[in-house]
Every structure is written in structure tokens, then in C-alpha cells.
């Protein structure tokens, strides 16, 4: 199979992204696959680009906003430059966060009528706006926090939804420009924070316990994990791509019935959600065990440490062959809508 692996982009998760697609490379060629790496703010890469920009690590910090703008800058004409497409069998998706994640690149292949990895251009912008998931949930019985929009006051949010509150950007990943607001005081800048990466801003409830998360692929619920961090409260950006931020347990330490609880809402948000191929669901299970659905990534993190990665290897499907399934599920969706 001759696979275009798309990585890299605009978005503060370019670090992730470009650390995702050295490893889904590696993979597909691992397989038996003959692959194009392709830096959508750069083009197809030269196989001297390509060991360059694939072998460096993900710093503790997303890229600024300086560095974002000067790459963006550079970049213009550049999505597809040098790729030719014509005998492509499947465009693999590594983007996170930004045009990558948002249905815009999606809609962009749709017109191509090439195949590609994961959810259409409308599920995906629906999915990356955390309001509109939320609703979806709400419709579906899905339990997930309550939630304000700004502009709130404090007064609003203490009566709405107590303290702490998690104020984030409404269309971001990876906790980008996340804060957890204890007091009053701290909400304005923490709205002002988020509102640097998105136009919108979400004021979500937090709710203290466990973090949990499920792959889906292909229509079934993968092995759930547990995530515990080493620092903070939540699992952070640092916590995420840093050595030793986070202890990642799979399958997470859960009675029976709570994995099915948790496996069986991880399918309705999907649903609920109309994607296809592949997602992560991410949940926090309260003192009481109450579970709460938190969002639904289209396209998680794909290093085989990665949380989606960690739950197909529970379930006995290692990396390599996670990478051929995803592939052959967006060939078999172009051949039901042929």
C-alpha cells in the first residue's frame, strides 16, 4: 500500500504532531508499506528533511505564538508541494489541533477523492468544538460536566459551577492554554490565557477523581486506561509528552462493570458524534463513581506510547498492525461509498 502521511502543520500541537508521524512512519514501513512524509507547512520532505525534522523530540512547552506565525508565514502554498498524489492509495492524518484536526484538511482531500484515516470533515468540526460535543453528549444521555461559554463573571461561574472550574480554549488539544481556577481572582486571566489560542473560550466544571480514557477502532471499544500524573491535578502538556510526567496504567485497575460502563459510553460518544475509522474518548470517574465524558479527540496522539496506541496494545493489537488497520478501515469506507 503507498500511504501520504500528513504531520507536522500550524497549530501549538505541531510538536506532537511531527513526533506522532515519525512514529506512524516507522510503522507503515515497518509493515511493508511505501510511505510519503509530508510537513503540511512545508510539503513532501526530502529524505535529509525527513530525518531531520523526524528525529527531534517534543520540547516542554508548545511553540509560541512568534514561532507558530513565522512558520505559517513560510508555509503558504506549501500543504502538498513536491507530493504528488496521483497513485496514493490513503492519506494517514497526524495532525492535531488547528486546520488538521478542525474537518478543514478533511473537506480539503474530500475534493481529491482520495481516502483518508478517521472521521469526515463535518464529525471532525464537530468534535474539535468542545460546545457543540458537549450538547451532542447531553442529547445522547451521555453524563458530561456542566458548562458555561465566556463572557461569564465570577459571580456567574461560582453559582453555575462552583470552584474549581477548568477554563480552556473552546477548539484546542492537548491542554493548550488550559487553567484550573481556583478563586475568583485567577478567572479573568485564565480567560484571557485560553483566548489567546481560540476565538472561544469554555468554562467547564471541574470534577476531582480519576482520569480515564478508551480507543475505539473500527466500531469496538479498545482496553480503558488510567492516567495519573506525577505533577498537578490533571494531565498537562508537560505531563503528556515529558519523560515521567505521568504514570499511564493499561488496562486501569476497574471493576468489570465499570470498564463496560466506561467501553459503552466511549461507543455512544462516538456515535453520537458520527465519526468513523478510530477516536480516543476521555472521561473522569468522580469519588462516587460517577463517570463524565470529557471530549472526543479524532486524532490522538499516535507515538506507541500515545494513549490510543496504549489501549489497542491492551487489547492485543500492537502499533504496526494499529497503523495497518487504521488504513485498511478508510479503504473500506471508500469502498462502501463507492
Known sequence: MRVAVLFGGTSAERDVSIASGAQVVSALRTGGHDVVAIDTARGALSPAEEQRLLTAGVAPAPPGQDELAMIRAGSAGSLLAGADLR?????FLVLHGGTGEDGTIQALLDLTGIPYVGSGHGASATAMDKDVSKRLFRAAGIPTPEWRMAPADAAEVEAALGWPVVVKPNKQGSTVGLTVVKEPGQLAGAIAEAFRHDDEVMLER??????????????????????VPRRGEIFDYESKYQHGGADEIFPAGLTDEQTRAIQELSLRAHRALKLEGFSRVDFRMDAEGGIWCLEVNTLPGMTATSLLPQSATAAGIPFPQLCDRICRLALEKRNRNA
Open 87 to 91: 497513485d496514493i492509495d490513503v492519506v
Open 206 to 227: 471541574f470534577v476531582p477523581g480519576r482520569e480515564l480514557t478508551c480507543g475505539i477502532l473500527g466500531g469496538q471499544a479498545l482496553a480503558v486506561g488510567e492516567i
